[in-house]
């Protein structure tokens, strides 16, 4: 889940300590292992069980932590029902549960190099929908980022967009990077009052319920989540590493360096999901993927230097 709070940087004497940087190399190691996993087990877990097991196994995690706070703001929850519904479906069935079936279809290391401009996707809609100011450092490192995502649909060579035959797989996992994007920009309209625990527990329990109806149809007419070790243990660390841990020392990241310093994360992450995909999965690093890393973290890069009226972090 990415967080997405108004403000301006928080200056405080901790921004020395070498925790929170701590916590984004721990976070990012985490998320990094969420693209390996989509990816290695992609025939074994159907995507959809995937992120409906996942929001179940984090909501029960959440509950002792955020039960007290939905409590206390049940009404101004149901007053903004609506609001926590659409971004309910934009990051459980639409976010997460795309990036799941996208890797049926592409590479751990063409997903996270996509999933990488999600901070610029961010910015853009910022400006689209809300119109936020883009600079021009953010304005180019927007469209570096685009070049990057460019380079890696089309396998290095962009001309292959006149023939509309791109990976499906990586044109999925670019569809719910908006997808989620977009949740992130509709968190400005989340009530202060809500904490974050609390805010992320609405969310992964509506979300459930939404997936269910799908979780069931998948179950039927696909192929149910097999019951076995691996994949008791896939779905406990997806749901309580990925989903609360990683979240977690993300958003702890933030209150204590910034968004701009913790955006290191994103760099970090796509390195990360490299490393492990080469020397797990034997996947094969090739010019093109080199390149289009290259230019979505440049661009991503730019994008954060610039003055940003918005504080973004992004974590799948």
Not at 239 to 244: E, H, N, S
Not at 264 to 278: C, E, K, M, P, V
Not at 281 to 309: N, Q
């Amino acid at each position: 889940m990415g967080m997405f709070t108004t403000g301006s940087e928080v200056d405080d004497p901790s921004t020395r300590n070498a925790l929170p940087y701590a916590m984004i190399v721990v976070a990012a190691m985490i998320l990094a292992s969420n693209h390996i996993i989509a990816r290695y087990l992609n025939g074994v877990i159907p995507p959809i069980g995937l992120v409906f097991w996942r929001m179940v196994i984090g909501s029960i995690i959440l509950l002792p932590f955020a039960t007290r706070g939905v409590l206390a703001h049940r009404q101004l929850i149901r007053t903004h029902w609506k609001l926590f519904l659409v971004m309910a479906c934009l990051f459980v069935p639409l976010g997460n549960g795309l990036i799941y079936a996208g890797y049926n279809f592409t590479t751990a290391l063409n997903g996270g190099v996509v999933s990488t401009a999600q901070p610029a996707l961010t910015v853009l809609l910022s400006w689209l929908l809300f119109r936020d100011l883009i600079n021009l450092k953010q304005g180019t490192g927007i469209f570096i980022a685009a070049l990057g995502v460019v380079f890696i649909i089309t396998r290095g060579v962009p001309i292959n967009l006149l023939t509309l035959q791109p990976n499906i797989g990586d044109l999925l996992i670019l569809l719910a990077t908006v997808f989620v994007a977009l949740h992130n920009v509709l968190l400005r309209r989340v009530p202060k009052q809500i904490s974050t625990f609390s805010f992320m527990l609405v969310i992964q329990l509506v979300g459930a319920a939404i997936t269910l109806p799908l979780y069931v149809a998948e179950s039927i007419f696909l192929r149910p989540v097999p019951v076995n070790l691996v994949t008791i243990a896939t779905l406990l660390w997806v749901g309580i590493a990925i989903t609360t841990v990683a979240v977690g020392l993300t958003n702890t990241a933030v209150r204590l360096i910034g968004a701009n310093k913790a955006s290191l994360g994103n760099y970090i992450r796509s390195l990360f999901t490299a490393f492990l995909a080469i020397v797990l999965l034997g996947e094969e690093l090739h010019l093109f993927h080199a390149i289009a890393l290259v230019l979505v973290l440049s661009g991503v890069y730019l994008m954060t230097r610039g003055r940003v009226s918005v504080r973004i972090v992004t974590a799948k």
